[in-house]
């Protein structure tokens, strides 16, 4: 028999439940850490206080035994604290009892802190009792779990073996909550819309693709949030936002996920400049917040999210980073003949804006390390951003960039629902000619355009990219809980 299982009926053979439903647990690790400090500091004047009793809980990561006293370390979702089991204190049959536990296990115990000679806190325990028998053991080096796969498939293994990636995730869920303060301080409403929509749009993507068998009818899973936020600001919100999943069928890398977090935020009687001075605000003061300095680290470069960031026309971006002039090469057949030229490959067919985002990716955006936003994109590129009343082949957009990586996309919103039918309809024909992740027509959008929308900003932001920024990860793998991955048969 497993012996881990022998033990489980030798506890059950003694009338003992090796999980209770419940226990009553006085203090964490961390606050039993700082209790007893606080009483050596009180000691200081009043020698004498005694050493108060208590309950802690958490499980069990190493253990020592030497003759009749065993040392071991409970670990909670504070931190951890070292208890001592001694056999003159708790009897024997009772520390014999501990010979059933294992690495793994969930224990209370309870009893007066002190500190050993080695001068680390210690828990001197009068009673224990065990709160969950761990049938599987941990990680033979559980404190270092490296094998990627087994992390990302078990992530609980992960959480429980590597303290670097609790941090991670606590410092996630510190962003999101840092992000979410900053907008409601500014009177944004939080929301939340469809993820299964009838007609999805709001970003080229493939979607998902479901049925709903009530209704007989293809629904997707949403790609974006924005074209239902805009309908709330068409609607009377002038300010909202949403924090939520979006799904989109695409390939797995560094930095996608099928399935991922974004926060998208519309303000009315703004534009993409107003949204510029937002975005690096709220950055700046999230950095603050979270990580306590507005300088961070990564890979191994110092970034200041300080503002003001710094901004550079998609033109200026490529004449500096890659001595391109697009203003002579303005059509397709000029603008691939050049790319070609310099050994990247591009066919006069994608059109002009598709190859402008090429060289973008290709010889710009690997060089923005230090914050900088890069404004006025082709009109192509952008279906749902108002046309630059000075140059209408270019749109008011910009996309922020940290690190050599895109952080999100942001427009002065089109709210001209004839310009934005033809729009449409124009995405239509690209679909037709086998481009899939074309965005549908949606009547039922431009239809409430019809009704009115206010000059409005709107900001997009991949929340897990930033979360990468903020702890120096270079795989989304490692800031998503559950990562997608091909399922094992």
Do not use: C
Not at 30 to 40: G, K, P, S, T
Not at 94 to 99: A, H, K, L, V
């Amino acid at each position: 028999m497993d012996p881990r299982l022998a033990k489980l009926e030798r506890i059950r053979a003694r009338s003992l439940n090796p999980y209770p439903p419940r226990y009553k647990r006085t203090h964490t690790t961390v606050q039993a850490l700082n209790l007893f400090r606080e009483l050596e500091a009180a000691r200081e004047e009043t020698p004498d206080l005694p050493s108060p009793t208590i309950s802690v809980a958490g499980r069990l990561v190493s253990s020592r035994t030497m003759g009749k006293a065993t040392f071991v370390h409970l670990q909670d979702g504070w931190g951890r604290l070292q208890l001592y089991l001694r056999i003159d204190r708790l009897g024997e049959e009772r520390y014999r009892f501990y010979e059933d536990f294992d690495l793994g296990d969930f224990i209370g115990a309870t009893g007066t802190p002190f500190r050993t000679r080695t001068g680390e806190v210690t828990l001197e325990v009068s009673d224990f009792v065990m709160l969950a028998k761990a049938l599987r053991p941990l990680p033979e080096k559980w404190h270092g779990l490296v094998d990627m796969e087994k992390r990302y498939r078990q992530r609980y293994l992960d959480l429980i073996a590597n303290e670097e990636v609790r941090r991670i995730f606590q410092v996630r869920s510190r962003l999101i909550s840092s992000v979410r303060r900053f907008l409601e301080e500014r009177d944004f409403l939080e929301v939340e819309t469809p993820a299964l929509q009838p007609i999805y749009g709001g970003a080229f993507a493939r979607p998902f693709v479901t049925h709903h068998h009530a209704l007989d009818q293809r629904m997707y899973l949403r790609i974006a949030t924005e074209l239902y936020l805009k309908r709330l600001v068409i609607g009377g919100f002038e300010r909202v936002y949403e924090i939520g999943k979006n799904f989109r069928n695409e390939g797995l890398s560094t930095k996608h996920n099928p399935e991922f977090t974004a926060l998208e935020a519309y303000q009315a009687y703004a534009d993409y400049n107003d949204m510029m001075d937002m975005t690096e605000e709220m950055l700046s003061s999230a950095s603050q917040e979270v990580l306590g300095s507005t300088r961070i680290t990564f890979q191994d470069q110092e970034i200041d999210l300080a503002p003001p960031w710094r901004r550079l026309t998609v033109g200026e971006a490529l004449q500096e980073h890659a001595g391109l002039d697009l203003l002579q090469h303005r059509d397709p057949h000029s603008l691939a003949e050049v790319l070609e030229r310099r050994g990247l490959p591009a066919d006069a067919s994608l059109g002009w804006g598709k190859l402008v985002d090429l060289a973008i990716s290709a010889w710009v955006e690997p060089k923005l390390v230090q914050p900088t936003f890069m404004t006025d994109y082709p009109l192509e590129l952008s279906p749902l951003a108002k046309q630059k009343p000075e140059d209408p082949s270019l749109v008011e957009r910009f996309e922020p960039f940290i690190g050599g990586m895109e952080l999100g996309n942001a427009f002065t919103e089109l709210n001209d629902p004839l310009d934005q039918r033809d729009r449409f309809e124009q995405q239509a024909l690209a679909r037709e000619a086998g481009d899939e992740e074309a965005q549908p027509m949606d009547l039922d959008f431009v239809m409430a355009l019809e009704h009115g929308m206010p000059p409005t900003g709107g900001l997009g932001l991949g929340l897990d990219r930033l979360v990468m920024l903020f702890t120096n990860n270079t795989s989304i793998r490692e800031v998503i809980l559950f990562p997608q991955l091909r399922t094992i048969e």
